[in-house]
């Protein structure tokens, strides 16, 4: 191997950055024999730079400066895994304007800002991977990208969050309410100290924004995602899946409108019945399923998170950006070249599963039935039961616009027989 | 777009081909984007040239001159849909000493000889894809190649084959016995008329051979493969699984020895928990699970073939060989740098789940026992039921080498005690 070494400037060296570190170290000859050249640390950037850390790398290699680093003239490839908004952005920018190609890991930063990054990367030649921010170490942004073009995605249907998969999962398998599943989750370390990201959704609005986005050619933003968290799902409403044979999943969901004319985002927990592959990913895993008009349905599970599996991600992209290196070529740009429309959650395309109790007395169900039928809502099945004075009606729909469906619960509340509505309960994956 | 077109020569035009024909014309514009430059059909060969094809190409493009088109000087890369042995070596031995790259479905090709085209392509400069050669849509051979360097991977589980995996989901579902199974297949299209190919296993070894020498960068064969097929699985195999909370899976399994010194891979009905995530694997679907060191557990799912979907993956490849025409660079070679010897069937570490038929007296257990210890394979459980005069016992090992578990089987039949060994099936997934 005659070639030059290249230069891999390393920004953070915490949970993932101290795998990649170590993995680069450990596994040195596979890779060059990968790349056809060696790879060299050319620095780590850290906040605390004599922090112990039990790593096989010289502790020259440390330093507060990212900048610098970054943008050193001889650093050919800049990984990224400090997170967050700033000074991540900055940092990527600088490294790309100085021709240098960017692997992240930064959810963050590309739901805010992926358009800016992926511009800066094509107006100056260089490549931006970044596989491990969405479902960790399972390889799918790449197929996404590279083994499904000239195939045309419809729909992602996506567990991207293993915390609130592994809260849900709980709540399924011992019947346990959400706030005793959520301490369990934490005592495991599935869970952070403040799980706020997680359990409100935020953290999966950002991946489903990137996988929007890769996935439609068209520009997405976390902004442009609905996001409901799973803080409101009961005990109730996991034991009512359960008796649908279903189970219930904080999902992240990608479409593309019947006509292929708009798209839509949209994070929330949803009933999914058993047999549909997703039903069967257990505790923190994360699994990524996706309709496409050539390839038909596909499913990508693995683990989401975690220092290793995150890290393997990382370096499958640095071994790809720097071939490109050694051979001069380039990824295929990830483009918005499609520019559809982003919808908002009213034009999404779901069903609801919603538990009324009425009084139980003749022509309520006619009454009920009445209020779907004129906000063009169809009735799939219906289920009565008495129960005393009062009785429990469970109303599975059709497929409607998520407005028609909000605009039919509204209209049901608003019915003096109906006492209450007792869970209402988007349905995925016919 | 000012490159010059890439020229394509198609070899066979059947269910696979004439999909991929259609593909590239439908979406011409979307993959002259991702490639650089626009891609032109150079030529079809097929045995029957004016047979009625529906296809939006030129009919003056069939030829039945195969080896003339694969190895025309200006074509730029060739696509084989023939399948086969011959003429499909030859014709691609051809074409890469042409220096054009290949694209190939051809997995019985790939496990007799993968290695003489891999060392022609290396040769030639010449690029190799077969993402379709192996579990038809799913993007999986890629990220073994690509995304997974550096990592490490101890083990591939896989349902590779369609129609055994249609099978044994109908047996599992319904009680059926195989003959009713396979009847019910073949009705359906899952199964073809001489079905040999796929029910005694010999569709999925050639897989197995593919994805082991690629997992584990060794020269395997299909010939390496230890190969048994579905016929034996009875209706009360199947009943017994389930009574485990198993199902009866054909799985094509490739490993690593735990120092990491030889491989084995190996094709044959195992039973697998259903809490696996291959074990919610349902119909004609294929996944493939991979073990890694750093990446942990992954799986791969999707339809296994079919024309659209394995001429999706066709043209993922496509895309790849032809950015790398446009770019001047080639895909990481598949070598066989590691060259681990391939052990046989008798090392490969599993579980047996046994049932026997035994004289209802004193001490049979304490027999039976023995003999398993004598072989070194460890209990994990035993369940005796009695029946009449005589008594089931069912016997759950831990894990062995198969020939000490082949060898304590062998020493139960010769026990005066045992009347009969109702069932051996092995145990995967733990
Ligand atoms: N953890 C996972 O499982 C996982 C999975 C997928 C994606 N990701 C993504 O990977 C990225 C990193 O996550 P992580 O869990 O590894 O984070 P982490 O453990 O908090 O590590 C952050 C690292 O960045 C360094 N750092 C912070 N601010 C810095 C600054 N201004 N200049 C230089 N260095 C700075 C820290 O230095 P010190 O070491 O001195 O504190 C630390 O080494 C995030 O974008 C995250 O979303 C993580
Ligand atoms: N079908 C699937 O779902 C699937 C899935 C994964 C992989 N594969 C693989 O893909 C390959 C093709 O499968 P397929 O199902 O498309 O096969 P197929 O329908 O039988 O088509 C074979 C094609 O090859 C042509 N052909 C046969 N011998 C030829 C020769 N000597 N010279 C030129 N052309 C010749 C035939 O011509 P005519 O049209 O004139 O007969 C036909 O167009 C195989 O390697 C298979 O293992 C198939």
Chains 1, 2 share one sequence.
Do not use: W
């Not at 790398?57 to 400090?82: G, H, K, N, Q």
């Not at 998969?165 to 403040?194: H, V």
């Not at 890769?214 to 409101?232: N, P, S």
């Amino acid at each position: 191997m005659s070639k030059r070494p290249l230069k891999v400037a390393l920004l953070g060296c915490g949970v993932v950055g101290s795998e990649v570190a170590r993995l680069m170290t450990t596994t040195a000859d596979d890779l060059a024999a990968r790349v056809g050249a060696p790879l060299e640390l050319a620095g780590i950037a850290v906040r605390r730079p004599n922090r112990a850390r039990d790593l096989p790398v010289d502790p020259a290699l440390f330093t507060t400066d990212a900048l610098s680093l970054a943008t050193r003239p001889d650093v050919d490839v800049v990984i990224e895994v400090i997170g967050g908004i700033e000074p991540a952005r900055t940092l990527l920018l600088a490294a790309l304007a100085n021709g240098a190609s960017v692997v992240t890991a930064n959810k963050a930063l590309l739901a805010e800002d992926g358009a800016t990054l992926h511009a800066a990367a094509e107006k100056h030649g260089a490549d931006l991977y970044y596989e491990a921010a969405v479902a960790g170490a399972i390889p799918l942004l790449r197929p996404l990208r590279e083994s499904l073009v000239g195939d045309k995605v419809k729909r992602v249907l996506g567990i991207v969050n293993g915390t609130t998969n592994f809260i849900l999962d709980r709540m399924d398998s011992t019947g346990a309410g959400f706030a005793d599943a959520l301490d369990e989750a934490t005592a495991l370390g599935y869970a952070e100290a403040d799980p706020t990201a997680d359990i409100e959704g935020f953290d999966a609005a950002a991946k489903a924004a990137i996988l929007a986005g890769l996935a439609f050619h068209t520009k997405v933003t976390a902004a442009d995602v609905y996001r409901e968290g799973i803080t409101e799902v009961t005990a109730a409403d996991v034991a009512s899946a359960r008796e649908m044979n279903s189970v219930v999943k904080l999902l992240a969901i990608c479409e593309l409108d019947p006509v292929g004319e708009s798209v839509t985002a949209r994070v929330h927990p949803a009933m999914l019945p058993r047999s549909h592959p997703l039903a069967g990913v257990r505790e923190a895993y994360n699994a990524v399923f996706v309709e496409s008009e050539a390839a038909g349905r596909l499913m990508f599970y693995g683990p989401g998170a975690g220092g290793a599996p995150t890290a393997s991600a990382v370096l499958g992209d640095l071994v790809a950006v720097c071939r490109n290196k050694v051979n001069g070529g380039r990824a295929p740009a990830v483009t918005s070249y499609a520019d559809l429309r982003v919808g908002g959650m009213g034009e999404a395309r779901t069903r609801y599963h919603i538990s009324l109790d009425v009084d139980d007395k003749a022509g309520v169900l006619a009454q009920v039935a009445l209020v779907f039928a004129d906000h063009e809502v169809s009735i799939q099945t219906v289920r009565q039961s008495g129960r005393g004075d009062d009785a429990r009606l469970v109303i599975a729909t059709h497929v409607a616009t998520d407005a028609a469906l909000a605009a039919t619960v509204e209209s049901l509340r608003a019915l003096d027989t109906v006492r209450a509505v007792a869970s209402v309960m988007r349905v995925e994956g016919e």
